[in-house]
């Protein structure tokens, strides 16, 4: 067979475990040792006090099974905490509690071990007593006990603790966030925003009071309060990507435009965001507002502060285009991309992306303005002779259009260029070949055109209806490239319809496409169907069962050159079959 080169509205829930941990912070000291990041030697230096720590475990061990210490049992516990053996570790330090309980030191190592493998949450908390008992003046050991009623699910009484203590919680925690989220997981959101206002009022300068704020008031449906701390927190500092996507989202399903487009602009004018995440928004906004709002002046002008931010580097660009081609923007497409083209120079991704386009948007073209539409391609193989593939693409394209003689005559042209390309070529000469906007590889300057030209000739070959014209293209084809499959192929394959005589050198050429390309179903149909013309049916069966193991639905010409094979062997049914398979094959 003949081979062809051819975004619900979302409003910003609260989750109790990540208020919880944004409400604490760290006052206890890690205890275990932290080696060195990333230095080699550091990193050698800390495995041998590993071992060397490890091995000293057992006669610890013994030490303390005779001393019975408490500061034993706690440089034991130390060294399996150190090393990530939390179960010895808890063991350990456990008996060095029971040992001395009025040590604060060992009932603060306990209490960590037990937080930080999060079980046994009773004695977690009768630990969290007995530390106030022995010093109700540190505010780690008061926020330890907030902290043990609320992993018991003792939120009132958490909330009369967190409520008693608060001025003087203030001084090193969070703890109004912590006490509104306790007051939200108990079903009191009238206390929940007050609290929230409290911290605003708190510090009405930090951005953040006021966004926490807004989520609050959005999770007790207030709208009124969470447009209001929203837009007062943006007077501040900047909102995270996710809660401006929730803001969007809230303002638009409530068809409030108005108001969110002058929000959105404070925000784009003294914010920056990554390039992906503005075009992600420009696409949610572009998709819900109503057309005479994305085109008003307002509007406009925002959409202006979005793009102004966007990644300037061709990776910014592309996306860019991608948002354009979203919602099928033609002129903004073909803009950018005549943009691009000069912005990028010389850029062969860009100009492969202008062709593609143009394909789709641009009128095809005639013969009289044929010149002209192809206008592009011809830069794009003058600019980058290296690669062929947006040549073919487009003759493929229009090929309906300009007939085959206008084709092979463009062919012939671009043919005489490569050959003046390659006499001036100099051994060693490298084409730097761009396989992504940030990577390219260099390819062998006179191979590359070699190739180029059997290519072309290959194609030429292709397009001509006459067997003798088109096999002066295919020998001329593999005179610059004698391992071009496609051609020793389609060589074969017409060799083989017009001529017995030539059977065994189409058989050749191939047996060579094949060795080049095993699994190509194209070529083991040549193949397959070279052999039944020799009369080797059985081994032309053969290569047809490999193809359709391969391919089991190959196409109409295989299908048929099968059923000839099979009737040749004397098989008529399965040959019927084989026929009827290949008239109801929509697969050319």
Request: proline share 3%; glycine share 2%.
């Amino acid at each position: 067979m003949k081979a062809y080169n051819s975004i619900t509205y979302i409003l910003l829930t609260i989750s109790s475990l990540f208020l919880l941990s944004c409400g604490s912070t760290k006052t206890e000291t890690d205890l275990r040792f932290q080696p060195a990041v990333g230095n080699p030697y550091f990193d050698s230096y800390y495995l041998y006090l590993t071992d060397s720590t490890l091995k000293s475990i057992p006669q610890m061990r013994k030490n303390y099974q005779s001393a019975q210490s408490a500061e034993i049992a706690d440089l034991i516990a130390q060294t399996y905490y150190q090393h990530g053996i939390a179960d010895s570790a808890e063991k350990y330090i456990a008996q060095a509690y029971a040992l001395d309980s009025n040590v604060v030191t060992y009932t603060r190592k306990y209490y960590s071990i037990l937080e930080e493998t999060n079980r046994n949450p009773e004695k977690l908390l009768t630990l969290a007593h007995r530390l106030i008992a022995l010093d109700s003046t540190d505010a780690k050991n008061q926020y330890s006990l907030l902290m043990a009623y609320i992993r018991n699910n003792q939120y009132d009484s958490a909330i009369r603790y967190a409520t008693a203590h608060r001025d003087y919680f203030r001084r090193y925690f969070e703890i109004d966030m912590l006490l509104t989220n306790l007051y939200l997981q108990t079903q009191q959101p009238d206390s929940a925003l007050t609290t929230a206002q409290d911290l605003v009022a708190f510090n009405p300068t930090e951005a953040d009071n006021h966004f926490f704020a807004s989520t609050v008031a959005a999770r007790c449906d207030d709208t009124l309060r969470y447009k209001q701390y929203f837009k007062s927190g943006v007077r501040y500092g900047c909102p995270d990507t996710r809660l401006t996507e929730a803001y969007v989202q809230y303002m638009l399903q409530s068809h409030q435009n108005e108001e969110l487009i002058p929000t959105l602009d404070s925000i784009m004018t003294q914010c920056h965001y990554p390039t992906p995440w503005i075009i992600e928004m420009l696409g949610n906004l572009r998709f819900l507002f109503k057309k005479e709002v994305v085109e008003s002046a307002t509007g406009g002008h925002l959409f202006s502060r979005f793009e102004e931010q966007l990644d300037s580097s061709s990776d910014g660009q592309f996306l860019l285009l991608q948002y354009y081609r979203r919602f099928e923007d033609t002129a903004e497409i073909l803009a950018s991309l005549e943009s691009n083209c000069k912005k990028f120079a010389p850029s062969y991704i860009w100009n492969v992306l202008k062709i593609s386009e143009e394909l789709k948007y641009k009128p095809a073209p005639t013969l009289q303005n044929w010149n002209e539409e192809t206008k592009t391609l011809r830069e794009n193989i003058a600019n980058y002779p290296f690669d062929l593939f947006s040549a073919f693409v487009y003759f493929e394209y229009v090929g309906g259009v300009v007939d085959s003689v206008q084709r092979i005559d463009t062919i012939d042209h671009y043919i005489d260029v490569y050959k003046q390309l390659l006499r001036k070529s100099k051994r060693g000469a490298v084409y730097r070949f761009p396989l992504t906007f940030q990577q390219d590889t260099s390819l062998n300057q006179r191979q590359v055109l070699r190739n180029n030209i059997s290519r072309l000739y290959g194609y030429k070959g292709d397009l001509t209806s006459k067997h003798e014209s088109s096999f002066i293209a295919y020998k001329q084809a593999l005179k610059y490239n004698k391992d071009n499959e496609v051609v020793l192929n389609n060589y074969a394959y017409n060799l083989a319809l017009s001529d017995e005589r030539k059977l065994a050198t189409a058989l050749r050429m191939s047996q060579r496409s094949i060795e080049i390309d095993p699994k190509n179903v194209n070529y083991l149909d040549t193949y397959g169907y070279i052999l039944y013309r020799l009369k080797r049916y059985k081994e032309a069966k053969a290569v047809f069962v490999k193809l359709l193991t391969i391919d089991p639905n190959p196409g109409k010409v295989s299908l048929l050159h099968y059923s000839e094979v099979l009737e040749a062997l004397g098989n008529k049914d399965a040959a019927e079959v084989y026929r009827m398979k290949a008239e109801n094959n929509p697969n050319r």
